[in-house]
């Protein structure tokens, strides 16, 4: 591949502008580009970044196919290109990512909110549904919040609860504290804690996404996440399950009779978590599996008063 092929702004360069380089033809130059490297849906890749150089949404980027790039806006392209091929995340390039159809601002300090951690969103609400209306006045809190991505999820969708999120960075915090605001959520308070520490109950729902992965397998997993997203939102201990320990310990007593706990497993966690939890004196369900089908979300329950 040659250097005009892959680089919008040496394309013009070289080529000078009597021969300038349209939208779509950098978009295609970026997407052969990301495609020759290895990485997954390079055309889908390439778009997103085209339009964030250029500042156009979806239906713009389509109208402007043939527009013709200034210099600046190649070098732009350009430079979002050469982030994409360091193995950095499009989230993270963009600034932000969508989750349950929210658009979340996220930095380093944060994870890029995944689409499997909707089920535990969806395997909250069910857990919700069968003891309570969801226009009640419900107490919940997400545990190592992150970008507020849960929280935020599940107060979209229960009109009269009010949540809390906590995590250990400060960073994080203001990721999350930010979101609420952007969103126009005042329902929300954030507090600096790990896990449950600082937390006083009764909860109606508590959820989490704790770090599941063991210490050992990390230096195995894709580059966008090893070397993108915070390690200590990533790593569980020896075994995966050291945050799991900690929530089983602090949980149950904060929780309402028939409260609820869901967590975000990996996968084939869902039999050691569950006996975790088990021996907490919460009743385990059948874990809700995403759409891959790997069992992704847990759910404990406290018995009813």
């Known amino acids: 591949?040659?250097?005009?092929?892959?680089?919008?702004?040496?394309?013009?360069?070289?080529?000078?502008?009597?021969?300038?380089?349209?939208?779509?033809?950098?978009?295609?130059?970026?997407?052969?580009?990301?495609?020759?490297?290895?990485?997954?849906?390079?055309?889908?890749?390439?778009r997103l970044l085209v339009a964030h150089a250029l500042e156009l949404d979806h239906a713009a980027l389509a109208a402007a196919d043939a527009r013709v790039l200034s210099r600046d806006e190649a070098e732009a392209i350009a430079a979002l290109g050469r982030r994409r091929l360091a193995r950095e995340p499009v989230a993270r390039i963009l600034g932000q990512k969508e989750f349950w159809s929210?658009?979340?601002?996220?930095?380093?300090?944060?994870l890029v909110p995944r689409p499997e951690t909707e089920?535990?969103?969806e395997a909250a609400l069910a857990a919700l549904d069968a003891v309570a209306a969801r226009s009640n006045a419900l107490r919940i809190a997400d545990l190592g919040t992150g970008s507020g991505?849960?929280?935020?999820?599940?107060?979209?969708?229960?009109?009269?609860?009010?949540?809390?999120?906590?995590?250990?960075?400060?960073?994080?915090?203001?990721?999350?504290?930010?979101?609420?605001r952007r969103l126009g959520q005042s329902r929300a308070a954030f507090l600096a804690c790990d896990m449950a520490a600082a937390l006083d109950g009764p909860f109606d729902l508590v959820v989490a996404n704790p770090p599941y992965i063991r210490?050992?397998?990390?230096?195995?997993?894709?580059?966008?996440?090893?070397?993108?997203?915070?390690?200590?939102?990533?790593?569980?201990?020896?075994?995966?399950?050291?945050?799991?320990?900690?929530?089983?310990a602090t949980v149950p007593r904060l929780l309402a009779p028939g409260g609820a706990l869901v967590v975000e497993i990996g996968a084939g966690q869902a039999q050691a978590v569950s006996a975790l939890l088990s021996a907490a004196g919460l009743a385990g369900a059948t874990?809700?599996?995403?759409?891959?089908?790997?069992q992704r979300a847990l759910v404990g329950k406290k018995a009813a008063a």
């Open 1 to 46: 591949m040659t250097l005009a092929a892959a680089d919008p702004a040496a394309a013009m360069a070289q080529r000078g502008s009597a021969d300038a380089v349209t939208a779509a033809a950098a978009r295609r130059a970026l997407a052969r580009e990301l495609r020759a490297a290895g990485i997954d849906s390079p055309e889908f890749d390439a």
């Open 102 to 110: 929210l658009k979340l601002r996220i930095d380093a300090a944060t």
């Open 287 to 294: 874990p809700r599996p995403d759409l891959n089908g790997v």
């Open 119 to 121: 089920t535990v969103v």
């Open 215 to 248: 210490s050992g397998d990390i230096a195995a997993l894709a580059p966008e996440v090893r070397d993108f997203d915070p390690r200590s939102a990533l790593d569980g201990g020896a075994d995966g399950l050291d945050c799991y320990r900690t929530i089983a």
């Open 149 to 180: 991505a849960l929280l935020l999820a599940l107060l979209a969708e229960l009109p009269h609860a009010f949540g809390v999120g906590t995590d250990v960075s400060l960073g994080a915090l203001a990721i999350a504290r930010d979101n609420a």
